[in-house]
């Protein structure tokens, strides 16, 4: 079945520790890729996002992503974590002209100080 | 920045009620959608809508549900008979033409009792 995969459902890291959270999707053809973040209370917000070109893509607060086609891998990364980053993380995607957007699990960071 | 706004952020109805979700789409965006999100569960696709009708929806979208966009500024999604499973954070977001760049809501936590 098509889907959106991440493989960690909880991530603990103390701060400045660095973090890869992997998202793998099964869908064929041109995908729009995403990357949600969601602070506890708060609504989701967009991260960064992947449609074409550089397969390495920069977010905001210092979070990248980098796509790789060949794994249908869209994993995200971050050289240091801070506190503030404990949230929980969406991978998202949208397959080639559906506009649909499709929801991976989640992965809850959570960041010890 | 512009924001998608929904009302209200908490609602507590009995099984079998009626409720409605409202919100406020950005002004100029065209495409609307409903997510929810189970506790504990990943955010799923409810609804799409795109000129004044719905262009696709998925297997929990039953005859219980419906959407409309009663005066061109807001997006409601009413679930005419509320069950116990429908207690969620539903999700309102919007987007532009031809653009896949979503913009959500804080969300609506609906429990049913």
């Known amino acids: 079945a098509q889907s959106v995969s991440q493989h960690n459902h909880h991530v603990i890291l103390s701060e400045a520790a660095s973090l890869e959270l992997g998202c793998n999707y099964s869908?064929?053809?041109?995908?729009?890729l995403f990357w949600y973040v969601q602070y506890p209370g708060q609504h989701l917000q967009l991260l960064l996002k992947?449609?074409?070109?550089?397969?390495l893509v920069k977010g905001i607060k210092g979070f990248e992503a980098e796509f790789i086609k060949s794994k249908f891998s869209f994993n995200l990364r971050k050289p240091s974590v801070q506190w503030s980053d404990t949230a929980e993380y969406f991978c998202?995607?949208?397959?080639?002209?559906?506009?649909?957007?499709?929801f991976g699990q989640g992965t809850t960071l959570q960041v010890k100080p | 920045e512009p924001e998608v706004t929904q009302t209200p952020s908490h609602q507590v109805t009995q099984m079998g009620q009626e409720v409605i979700l409202r919100c406020v789409p950005i002004s100029n965006h065209l495409y609307f959608y409903w997510y929810r999100q189970i506790l504990g569960q990943k955010v799923e696709f409810l609804v799409s809508?795109?000129?004044?009708?719905?262009?696709?929806k998925s297997e929990i979208f039953d005859d219980q549900f419906s959407v409309e966009r009663p005066d061109g500024s807001n997006f409601t999604l009413k679930i005419r008979s509320t069950k116990l499973e429908d207690s969620a954070m539903y999700f309102c977001a919007s987007r532009q033409t031809g653009y896949y760049g979503y913009t959500f809501g804080s969300g609506t936590r609906l429990t049913v009792v």
């Open positions: 869908y064929g053809g041109t995908v729009n």
């Open positions: 998202a995607v949208i397959p080639s002209n559906t506009g649909k957007l499709i």
């Open positions: 809508f795109y000129n004044n009708e719905i262009s696709e």
């Open positions: 992947y449609f074409s070109g550089d397969p």
